[in-house]
Nanobody
Framework: QVQLVESGGGLVQPGGSLRLSCAAS????????MRWYRQTPGKQREWVAI???????NYADSVKGRFTISRDNAKNTVYLQMNDLKPNDTAVYYC?????????WGQGTQVTVSS
């Protein structure tokens, strides 16, 4: 059974920074890819960033240049560093891990960007 536990969300002012963590119950390299998604009420879950087991990364256009995905395999953890946060970054952020044929999800962590 794979478990993913997100942490690091909170309330931050526009222009501020947060770092989200996703602690996995197994090595992050064992997954084909790990992703961050976000969701606001009434909207579909939106993909934010990906890191593959080869270390390749990619980002949604809306966060490119502001967010960075990384991992520390010694801690079985993937991070999402979020800088220059904007009010429309407000959402519940979810960690996802893919290992065919399964997708695994964390419980989510709330990020609120407001003055």
């Amino acid at each position: 059974q794979v478990q993913l536990v997100e942490s690091g969300g909170g309330l931050v002012q526009p222009g501020g920074s947060l770092r989200l963590s996703c602690a996995a119950s197994r090595s992050t390299y064992s997954f084909t890819a790990m992703r961050w998604y976000r969701q606001t009420p009434g909207k579909q879950r939106e993909w934010v960033a990906i890191i593959t087991n080869a270390g390749h990364t990619n980002y949604a256009d809306s966060v490119k240049g502001r967010f960075t995905i990384s991992r520390d395999n010694a801690k079985n953890t993937v991070y999402l560093q979020m800088n220059d946060l904007k009010p429309n970054d407000t959402a519940v952020y979810y960690c996802n891990a893919f290992l065919s044929p399964f997708d695994y999800w964390g419980q989510g962590t709330q990020v609120t960007v407001s003055s």
